[in-house]
């Protein structure tokens, strides 16, 4: 399928991408986020009518839009609150009276 011949959703996921691209936020480990969301643009053009298939195209976008925003994905702050839960005595389960 040429550029020209793309549907509407399809020609809005191809011009994210050209914009996250051009920012510098995707790299080739998003190749799979890519592809997948090119397949459900592709998928919702073909049929609009499926609520399933939109639900999946919506996913899919929001997930290339928060394509580099956060390097690490959640990670370090979930290793950061775990280890202040770990660490931080305020945040410790307060003994009963009387045990």
């Known amino acids: 399928m040429s550029a020209t011949n793309y549907g509407r959703n399809r020609t ?3 011009e994210m991408l050209a914009a996250l691209t051009e920012a510098g936020r995707l790299e ?3 190749s799979a986020r890519i592809a997948m969301a090119r397949a459900l643009a592709d998928a919702v053009d073909q049929d609009p009518t499926n609520a399933s298939l939109w639900r999946e195209y919506r ?3 929001i997930s290339l839009r928060e394509v580099g925003v956060s390097d690490d994905d ?3 702050e979930l290793l950061e609150s775990l ?3 770990m660490g931080n005595k305020s945040n ?3 003994k009963k009276s009387g045990s």
Request: hydrophobic share 40%; charged share 40%; proline share 0%.
């Open 12 to 14: 809005a996921i191809e």
């Open 83 to 85: 280890s202040s839960e």
């Open 28 to 30: 080739n480990v998003d």
């Open 74 to 76: 959640g990670f370090k």
């Open 59 to 61: 996913a899919a976008e």
């Open 92 to 94: 410790a389960r307060k």
